[in-house]
Nanobody, 118 residues
Framework: QVQLVESGGGLVQPGGSLGLSCAAS????????MGWYRQAPGGRLREMVALISSGGRTNYADSVKGRFTISRDNAKNTVNLQMNSLKPEDTAVYYC???????????WGQGTQVTVSS
């Protein structure tokens, strides 16, 4: 079993920056892919924001390319999301996701609110 705990988030003005962090804990696990999804107010689905493999390969949603940067510390089982040039449409609850290597189970964090507003 893997537990994911997110931190960061909050209120920021348009054009500002914010960082999110997620730490995985548990025992006897090895994580393959970690990343971030978000669900906008009134949205039914979580959309992929950014993913990073254990080897460092990244994948970004088109809407955040050039503005967001995902990074990972494999030794600490943490993943970070640096968000720059934030826009009101980035407002959402952001969820951390991890997929374990051995059994491909998916785990989610509890979510953290990001609000971009003046």
């Amino acid at each position: 079993q893997v537990q994911l705990v997110e931190s960061g988030g909050g209120l920021v003005q348009p054009g500002g920056s914010l960082g999110l962090s997620c730490a995985a804990s548990g025992s006897g696990f090895s994580i393959d892919v970690m990343g971030w999804y978000r669900q906008a107010p009134g949205g039914r689905l979580r959309e992929m924001v950014a993913l990073i493999s254990s080897g460092g390969r990244t994948n970004y949603a088109d809407s955040v390319k050039g503005r967001f940067t995902i990074s990972r510390d494999n030794a600490k089982n943490t993943v970070n999301l640096q968000m720059n040039s934030l826009k009101p449409e980035d407002t959402a609850v952001y969820y951390c996701k991890a997929v374990t290597r051995a059994d491909l189970n998916t785990y989610w964090g509890q979510g953290t609110q990001v609000t971009v507003s003046s």
